[in-house]
């Protein structure tokens, strides 16, 4: 069972590491600010970050060859991989934005309030 050649997941790795690094500093501004739009990316930058680390994972897994498991190899491993990062995206990012704007609605907060 041998491997195939790195294609350049290294850009993938280090826009994990930046958005790690994006995602602490939206958060340390949203507990700051309390600012919605703020959690809502921070979360954001997390779920980037999931979806590049299961990037790798599916990358990993493609490079592995035939076996006797898998007669023609893994390479489509990256296309499963690749839908669960896009599934992720849609519900996963745009549901927990709906959700906290939804709960923002009900319990809104004026601008008045805010100023006192």
Do not use: W
């Not at 340390?28 to 299961?54: K, P, R, W, Y």
């Not at 296309?79 to 009900?106: N, P, R």
């Amino acid at each position: 069972m041998g491997k195939k050649k790195n294609n350049g997941m290294g850009s993938v790795t280090a826009a994990l590491l930046a958005n790690l690094v994006v995602a602490i500093s939206k958060f340390v501004a949203f507990l700051f600010s309390g600012s919605t739009a703020m959690m809502n990316e921070s979360i954001h930058s997390l779920v980037d970050c999931g979806n590049q680390v299961l990037l790798l994972i599916g990358d990993k897994k493609s490079k592995n060859l035939a076996s006797s498991t898998h007669p023609f190899g893994e390479t489509r491993a990256k296309y499963f991989y690749s839908t669960v990062v896009a599934m992720m995206l849609f519900f996963g990012g745009g549901a927990l934005g709906i959700m906290e704007a939804i709960k923002k609605m009900l319990k809104a907060i004026t601008p008045l309030k805010i100023l006192i």
